[in-house]
């Protein structure tokens, strides 16, 4: 049976910059929150990225992000699943990004990994015409990249398009 994805977008309309995962974790599901997961890196590189303390609770990291023209979501709406491995998602179901698009002047679309850029190029129903960069994942199951390598890839992309 396919799970559907637990929580909403994380977007206003200053969003310049979108972030896709493929689909929440076991521990994000149950957070009902991004990268949930304690050994996620993700919220560690944003902050390093964008000079910020590391946020703590779902408040500071929506305000984080927020802050810096940041929106988040993941590629898929539903899926079939086992525990948290994108290794595993079988019958994907992409997300509608237009309301997103709609409502914000993205500029620059991010993946978290590879396999969220490859929902997206192979069931995603619009491509928009945005600069795409497809990052190394922040989960923990990449473990060829440490987190000061994380840090510098997502830093080397992100820092032009958000500081100005």
């Not at 609770?57 to 699943?81: F, G, N, V, Y």
């Not at 237009?98 to 991010?110: G, K, T």
């Amino acid at each position: 049976m396919p799970l559907a994805h637990p929580f909403g977008p994380l977007y206003d309309a200053h969003s310049w910059v979108l972030i896709l995962g493929s689909f929440p974790s076991v521990k994000s599901r149950e957070a009902n929150f991004f990268y949930g997961h304690p050994q996620n890196r993700f919220w560690k590189v944003m902050a390093y990225v964008l000079s910020c303390p590391v946020p703590v609770t779902i408040e500071e990291k929506r305000t984080m992000l927020l802050a810096h023209h940041i929106a988040l979501w993941d590629s898929l709406a539903s899926c079939d699943i086992t525990g948290s491995s994108d290794a595993s998602i079988k019958n994907p179901v992409a997300n509608d990004l237009s309301p997103i698009f709609q409502a914000a002047d993205i500029q620059l679309l991010c993946f978290n990994g590879k396999k969220s850029e490859e929902i997206y190029r192979k069931y995603g129903k619009h491509h928009y015409s945005v600069a795409r960069h497809t990052l190394p994942s922040t989960s923990p199951a990449n473990a060829q990249y440490r987190l000061e390598q994380l840090c510098e890839e997502w830093s080397a992309i992100l820092q032009p398009i958000l500081m100005f």
